[in-house]
């Protein structure tokens, strides 16, 4: 399943009651490069009150890695509504931080979910998104007769053959969306084709 990506961060300000909500959104593919994002965030906002945070590693459907933080915040009210946000529009390798200048007024949980999703929301509107598909990659042994063959399926099948080495037998690496190979690997198998992962 393809997903959505940020291809560069943003940030942006929202204001509710007088508080400030400062949001980072940006690409993020490693949980201690995100965590050093956030060092920079409390850094660069010392006398902030919170520093929310949100984390989806991999494809949003089922991530490698997805956390939510509050950061003293009411539990559930500042996390959980920005992960919930960024699974529903299904943007993967993504992390975003809320950094919070309280402005006198309590909002309540309610309001507080309604803040933190908000600031996430309107980030989101200044990102330039871009469609990620998965790729699956495999290397695939034949006989010469069978080359030209692999290569229209492979191509068939909006995928590309890599690098080729000529031994006993043809071996070819491919690397195509991952939901072709499925419907691939059907048409290989009958064919004799032999399928090594990678």
Known sequence: MSYQIPCSPVVTETEEKKSRFICWLGPVTDKAAFLHQLEAARAQYPDASHHCTALVIGNPANPDVMQADDDGEPGGSAGRPMLELLLKQEIGN?????????????????????????????????????????????????????????????????????????????????ELPENEWTELHSKLLPEGFEVYPQ
């Open 94 to 174: 993504v992390g975003a931080i809320v950094t919070r200048y309280f402005g006198g007024t309590k909002l309540g949980v309610g309001g507080l979910m309604r803040a933190y999703r908000g600031a996430v929301g309107a980030a989101l509107q200044q990102s330039e998104l871009r469609r990620h598909v998965p790729l699956f990659r495999c290397r695939i042994a034949c006989d010469f007769a069978g080359e030209s063959r692999l290569r229209f399926l492979v191509n068939q099948h909006h995928g590309i053959c890599g690098a080729v080495d000529y031994s006993d037998r043809v071996h070819i690496d491919i």
